[in-house]
């Protein structure tokens, strides 16, 4: 092989390489803020139980103290 068609093949393979991890960090980004979203929505969720509890006015634990 010739010193420039290796030179050609480093140059694509580079090219190669960088589009890959721009794509890769695309989709880690994508990832996270899904990932924010869906913890965000499990938080509120929960926040939103704990209100419902806070609401009640009968004991939940109905065991006997002595």
Known sequence: MSRF???????NR????????K???K??????ANQIQIW?????LALMEE???KKLTQL????KKD
């Open 5 to 11: 068609r290796r030179r050609i093949m480093q140059r």
């Open 14 to 21: 580079q090219v190669n390489e960088e589009c890959h991890r």
């Open 23 to 25: 794509r890769k960090a």
């Open 27 to 32: 989709d880690y980004e994508r990832w996270q």
């Open 40 to 44: 965000k929505g499990m938080n509120n």
């Open 51 to 53: 209100a419902e509890l």
């Open 60 to 63: 939940i634990d109905k065991t």
